[in-house]
T-cell receptor
């Protein structure tokens, strides 16, 4: 029973365009959400997070949107750059304790020059 | 200078063998974790230690035994390896147990033949 799902295994966009990565969750007790980015042969690195009291959090080119009623979050990257090509994992937890996060299975983003 | 380092990066071994994976963090963090990334790419927590004390122990076979000699190290020992243990194992750390996100090592790819 996967409580966090990323239904698109891969996404390809052109450099300069917007990348939108999606994540759905089933547990209504989740109230803290994170995105990690992973390059090949490296571990995931934290990218951006959002708590359930907000519906948007922005950090430079990265914006995370949270729709609690739909149990859906998305990561927008604008403009996309070739260096953004990586696997993106979303994660969710019932509190801010990192060890209680449930991870999705990742979406591979390819940004073409 | 790698913040969270795991050794070895690759481990190929026969069924029934015993093996260890080492993890060290030089970030001065109190909390360390072991994750398993299964064939479906989900990252699932196995163990968490806070200041050398076990705080999270998910449903993991007791063939897996973590050991934390000090708060900078968390090693994973696996007895009687089975085919199903083949996966990528990630070590991670966070500043404190209530930290919102983690720092990951590059992973150890374990192949059991």
């Amino acid at each position: 029973d996967q409580q966090v799902k990323q239904n698109s295994p891969s996404l390809s966009v052109q450099e300069g365009r917007i990348s939108i990565l999606n994540c759905d969750y089933t547990n209504s007790m989740f109230d803290y959400f994170l995105w990690y980015k992973k390059y090949p042969a490296e571990g995931p690195t934290f990218l951006i997070s959002i708590s359930s009291i907000k519906d948007k959090n922005e950090d430079g080119r990265f914006t995370v949107f949270l729709n609690k009623s739909a149990k859906h979050l998305s990561l927008h990257i604008v403009p996309s750059q070739p260096g953004d090509s990586a696997v993106y994992f979303c994660a969710a937890s019932g509190d801010t304790n990192a060890g209680k996060s449930t991870f999705g299975d990742g979406t591979t983003l390819t940004v073409k020059p | 200078d790698t913040a969270v380092s795991q050794t070895p990066k690759y481990l190929v071994t026969q069924m029934g063998n015993d093996k260890s994976i080492k993890c060290e963090q030089n970030l001065g963090h109190d909390t360390m974790y072991w994750y398993k990334q299964d064939s479906k790419k989900f990252l699932k927590i196995m163990f968490s230690y806070n200041n050398k004390e076990l705080i999270i122990n998910e449903t993991v076979p007791n063939r897996f035994s973590p050991k934390s000699p000090d708060k900078a190290h968390l090693n994973l020992h696996i007895n009687s390896l089975e085919l199903g243990d083949s996966a990528v194992y990630f070590c991670a750390s966070s500043k404190v147990v209530t930290s919102t996100h983690q720092y990951f090592g590059a992973g150890t790819r374990l192949s059991v033949l």
